[in-house]
């Protein structure tokens, strides 16, 4: 057999062994991620959807943040504007979440309507970029914006 | 001087138009008088790009809050250092950032080999100001950083506190720096895949400027982890969110190219694939950017999205086009002169490098798109997270630490038993030792033993390998150790220096090994309280609330709590996290509160403790991470810094060209001695 050959069936082998890996951990660890509108829809179609797990991705219904008296636990609504409903999430909080941050929670959907969250990501959509609301309602502001 | 700057904007952008379509044309037309006009069209580019530059830093640092881009990105009570540093810390600024960036390596490329490859330059410097007028029409008219408000504000909104750290001050611009030399060597390739130049000639820019990259890429990326480890509390350095893959994935290729450049100039080999990995590097980073910027994908790194991202796909595709056209219609000119001869060879080892780290690459770029492609396929986003990325990159990444100590020590072509034998029996038997040592000790998680076991086999190479020639030097030279170090390096940088590199990567991975170690407590602590719990090692911890404290700052209020630490009874002191809010000078606040963490040091453990919240007055919740061998990132990361350099020094005394062919007359075993680099 010529080296070339051999060469090829070994790289084959290599890339199917990181394909299978690939397509085996999509299959095991791939997540849905969704808008509360189209988990909603999802469980409606399909009500054996509650144990499957999901990330949602909503903003945060301000002034619903509670945080439990035992601590590390916080129980809040999100909402994309039209489905809103109850996330409970024990652990560490990052410290970008707070009222009206976009986030992303993981976990899966209880029977009782309410969201069992084990992850909880915050975006702040300021983070990086700080343009400020108060000048985002200037009309130098919005002239810059539509500029840009 | 800002208005200067803003008008140096424009000029530069009708420059950089004039540089392209001169340059091409007279690449085409054959005219000298042409493409020496384009070359000063270039470097007139970078004059004005560095004062529109100038005109911005002089906005930021006379606080001219007429600005929005100031107003938006500084306060007049931040210190001055990040101040400067806000240049880059938003899109608008970034973007002239690239700019400048871009326009000052475009004209040393051109500058220092204009006599050198005098077929190459129109194109090279053609393909560059193409990718200049691209980022200088996108900083223009989307992402301006010379807008005015139509008010004058009292104060900026400052600088996010999580931003305000030395890291965070040169982690981007390294990134950049990295980022943007890709655009040399793509330039490169164009022109000679244009002029069909494409002999050893070419590969001579393209290598340094892909050192280059690679050199500012790992330090950005090593910086943004050592960030994310100290300034985000969550208790690690890399979470597999797409705006790290996309700084990782040209690094991978960057890598990769570094090698097999090595099998072409030795052997004539690969020519295709070495056109094809530069280029992919310069698209993976325009890529990259356009994920980052365009908000596609979700990251927990959210820039501000704006219309950047369709400038930037637009920009992708039509560059991935043009190369296909280009590479498509050139094949011929690019076949193999040489044929691979044995699968026990340097060349074969340096092939598998290759494969493993673009099938790296490809996981990694597959995992990070995989939301979007699974909608398009399917209508449902599909994420997929760290779970995926390290069952796949694990297995790839042992396959390539193995390759890491297998390639530099192979003999080129065909390796005998002998050659075996004398280059892989001590290194191979300290791995075992090594495994075998710490499974005695109590290890018995597979992928790390098989982890250590080829750390410890790659550090067996290495080592034989300095040691080898440092004999050799004392022998022929009649050196003491001391010089015979210091010459065998300074004689031999890329070979020399790439061990240091490798050397880097073994501590990179042991680190890495050591995540598997890692645990988490979460506890409730009221002053006086007590936590006792083991580390990895064995040891046993104790830590005493000192209870919670709070203190008001000019520009902070603090809340602290301090733990004291014993390790095995003894003593180690006090460690303290805070949570702390910011507040400008009329004490409103700043920005969400943030952590500040606690950190204990040592070669073998970081202890990692967050405040995470108080109830009462003195009850603190708290999450106390043992992280074993995280302080080997660093150092290995600084380590490959130190062998990069030695790589990139420039040579005092220039050897002939090592492309060409002549390794093809040599006999195996004289090959096993030659030079290798990275």
Redesign the interface.
Known sequence: MKPRTKFLIGGALVLSVAGYLMASSIKDTGVYYMTPTELTAKLQADPSFVNAGVKVGARVVPGSVQRAAGGKEYAFRVTDGSHTFPVVYRGIAPDTFTDSVDVVVSGRMGTDGTFQATELLAKCASRYENAPQKYKETPGYKAGARRA | MILIGELSLWVALLMAAWSATVSYAGGALRRNDLVSSGVRGLYATFAMILLASVGLWTALLTKDFSL?YV???ISANMPAVYIFTAFW????GSMLFWALILSMYGTIAIATSRSRNRELVPWATGTISAILLFFIATTC????PF?????L?VDG????P??QNPGMAIHPPNLYLGYVATAIPFAFAIAALFSRRLDAEWLGVVRRWTLLSWFFLTIGIILGMWWAYVEL??GGYWAWDPVENSSFLPWLTNTAFLHSIMIQEKRGMLRKWNVVLVVVSFLLAIFGTFITRSGVI?S?????Q??VGTWFATFFFLATGITIYLVGTRLQDLEAKV?????VSRE?AF??NN??LV?IAF?VL??TV??IL?EWATG??????P??FN??NV??GL?LLALTGIGPLIAWRRASVSNLKRQFAAPAAFGVVVAAVLFALGMHAVYALVAYALCGFVTGTIVQEFYKGVRARQTIHEESLIPAFVHLVGRNRRRYGGYIVHAGIVMLFAAFAGLAFKTEN?V?LKTGETFDVRDPYGHQWRFISQGVSTSNRPDRDVIAVGLEMFRDGKRLGIITSEKRQYLDSQHQTL?????QVGIRSTAQLDTYV?L??V?GND?A?L?VTFNPLVVWVWIGGFVMMIGGLIVMWPQAERRPAQAGYAATIRTPRAEAELPVGV
């Open positions: 929005e107003a938006s990105h810390s938003g899109q608008a008219f989307k992402a301006n807008v005015r408000l139509d008010f504000p909104r400052g600088m996010n999580q931003l509390g969550w979700e927990v790194h959210s820039f501000a704006s219309p044929e691979l001869e044995s699968m074969a092939l598998y494969l493993v099938g996981a597959w995992g995989f939301p699974s449902n986003k599909i994420t997929v997270g779970p995926f069952t796949v297995p790839l396959l979460d409730t920005f969400q509160p943030i952590t967050v995470a919240g109830r009850v919740e999450r």
